[in-house]
């Protein structure tokens, strides 16, 4: 690209998920249950947005740490299909609870619904909120949940990244471990971290969390990007 030209706005300087790098990294990763494989397939065939599903390996590596730090209640922003959703159900003990936010249920309900509810055990440790999970998160603290949740997926709007930021971290007890979803976004942090308000949002997200003295993290180049976040 010649030094005069402005970079495009959000290109995947960084994320690829057709490099054959990646894929060698994700199948050797990725382990799914038949029923995500059925979920993954199914969006992919339904819904023209299936891009907004969430990586497999970042699902399987969420679903690891979940298992490691012996989470049992999970936010989930973003449900879309329920993808990342199922994902945690089924990494959680019988007794887990996902809380899983979205403003929009058509498509879980015509897509992931149909095929969650397959597995009664699963889905009913899922809790499907309609709303803005910025709502429904200020709706779980003043209900006093703060320091009870173990786990967080952030996978929404961009433009609140900092927002659901400060709301997790207060709803997550010491040690908990947040997941932010395209934290890298494309590459536009880098390349033109200014460009829009999403990229902006994720710029000022990613600095937030870095010089939070309440967590430690590390900003990790897989999928578009992931933000790890631990609660001290
Ligand atoms: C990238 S998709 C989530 C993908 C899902 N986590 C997965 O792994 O397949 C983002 C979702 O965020 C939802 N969303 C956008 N703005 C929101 C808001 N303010 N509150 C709650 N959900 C929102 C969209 O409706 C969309 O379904």
Same mark, same amino acid.
């Given at each position: 690209?010649?030094?005069?030209?402005?970079?495009?706005?959000?290109?995947?300087? *960084?994320?690829? /998920?057709? %490099?054959?790098? @990646?894929?060698?990294?994700?199948?050797?990763? !990725?382990?799914?249950?038949?029923?995500? +494989?059925?979920?993954?397939?199914?969006?992919?065939?339904?819904?023209?947005?299936?891009?907004?599903?969430?990586?497999?390996?970042?699902?399987?590596?969420?679903?690891?740490?979940?298992?490691?730090?012996?989470?049992?209640?999970?936010?989930?922003?973003?449900?879309?299909?329920?993808?990342?959703?199922?994902?945690?159900? *089924?990494?959680? /003990?019988? %007794?887990?609870? @996902?809380?899983?936010?979205?403003?929009?249920? !058509?498509?879980?309900?015509?897509?992931? +619904?149909?095929?969650?509810?397959?597995?009664?055990?699963?889905?009913?440790?899922?809790?499907?909120?309609?709303?803005?999970?910025?709502?429904?998160?200020?709706?779980?603290?003043?209900?006093?949940?703060?320091?009870?949740?173990?786990?967080?997926?952030?996978?929404?709007?961009?433009?609140?990244?900092?927002?659901?930021?400060?709301?997790?971290?207060?709803?997550?007890?010491?040690?908990?471990?947040?997941?932010?979803?395209?934290?890298?976004?494309?590459?536009?942090?880098?390349?033109?971290?200014?460009?829009?308000?999403?990229?902006?949002?994720?710029?000022?997200?990613?600095?937030?969390?870095?010089?939070?003295?309440?967590?430690?993290?590390?900003?990790?180049?897989?999928?578009?990007?992931?933000?790890?976040?631990?609660?001290?």
């Amino acid at each position: 690209m010649a030094s005069n030209e402005e970079p495009p706005p959000r290109n995947r300087f *960084l994320y690829r /998920p057709n %490099d054959p790098l @990646v894929q060698y990294c994700a199948n050797l990763t !990725t382990k799914f249950e038949p029923i995500e +494989k059925e979920l993954h397939e199914a969006t992919i065939q339904s819904s023209h947005e299936h891009l907004m599903l969430g990586a497999p390996e970042i699902l399987q590596f969420g679903k690891y740490f979940i298992q490691l730090i012996g989470a049992k209640r999970v936010l989930d922003i973003g449900t879309y299909t329920g993808a990342s959703a199922l994902a945690w159900a *089924l990494a959680l /003990p019988i %007794d887990g609870e @996902v809380v899983s936010m979205d403003i929009d249920h !058509t498509e879980l309900n015509a897509v992931g +619904k149909p095929i969650i509810n397959k597995m009664p055990e699963i889905a009913n440790k899922i809790k499907f909120e309609l709303g803005s999970a910025l709502d429904t998160l200020e709706q779980l603290l003043e209900k006093g949940q703060a320091g009870k949740f173990d786990f967080a997926f952030i996978d929404a709007d961009k433009a609140n990244y900092p927002n659901y930021y400060k709301k997790c971290i207060q709803l997550l007890r010491s040690g908990g471990v947040i997941f932010f979803d395209n934290a890298l976004w494309g590459g536009s942090v880098v390349h033109n971290p200014k460009h829009d308000d999403d990229t902006r949002a994720i710029v000022a997200c990613n600095e937030l969390i870095f010089n939070d003295p309440n967590s430690n993290s590390t900003l990790v180049n897989m999928g578009d990007g992931l933000h790890i976040v631990f609660k001290k």
